[in-house]
């Protein structure tokens, strides 16, 4: 869930209503919290790790000072969310970001872990699952 005044009507209590409905069809609800995303409007890691100059990369991060500023909304919501007996947050920033360096990292040689700007590659979805395969463990 990545709520943006663009693609979710501009109104939260609609949003959050749709999520009550859904809510009454499960025990429990697990939200995933976003991941870093890219800029789409520039060249995308795996483009440009195969260009001339992909040879010289060695790392592509989002800071993650601007990821968090770029996601206020959703993390309140997502806070809101989590105060419900039934909704879990999944927290996955810790996956790609390091506080210390304010980094999240889309390439980190040799790992690649976003396709696209807003897309993960296989390699890069593998810590959430597990993360995800744990809390259904604890939930079952």
């Known amino acids: 869930v990545y709520y943006t005044e663009k693609f979710s009507s501009k109104d939260l209590s609609i949003f959050r209503e749709n999520i009550n409905i859904l809510s009454t069809y499960s025990k429990n609800l697990i939200f995933i919290e976003p991941f870093p995303t890219m800029d789409v409007y520039k060249i995308g890691p795996r483009d440009l790790l195969t260009s001339v ?35 879990r947050v999944l927290e996955i920033n810790d996956l790609f970001c390091s506080q210390k360096e304010n980094k999240c990292y889309v ?16 390699e890069g979805s593998f810590p959430i699952v597990n993360r995800l395969i744990s809390i259904l463990k604890i939930l079952n």
Do not use: M, R
Not at 54 to 75: A, F, H, M, R
Not at 114 to 121: G, R, V
């Open 53 to 87: 100059y992909g040879s010289k990369v060695k790392q592509l991060y989002i800071p993650l000072s601007d990821w968090n500023e770029n996601t206020l909304k959703t993390s309140s919501f997502l806070s809101e969310l989590s105060k419900d007996s039934k909704i």
């Open 107 to 122: 390439y980190d040689s040799p790992n690649l872990f976003y396709l696209d700007a807003t897309h993960l590659t296989i």
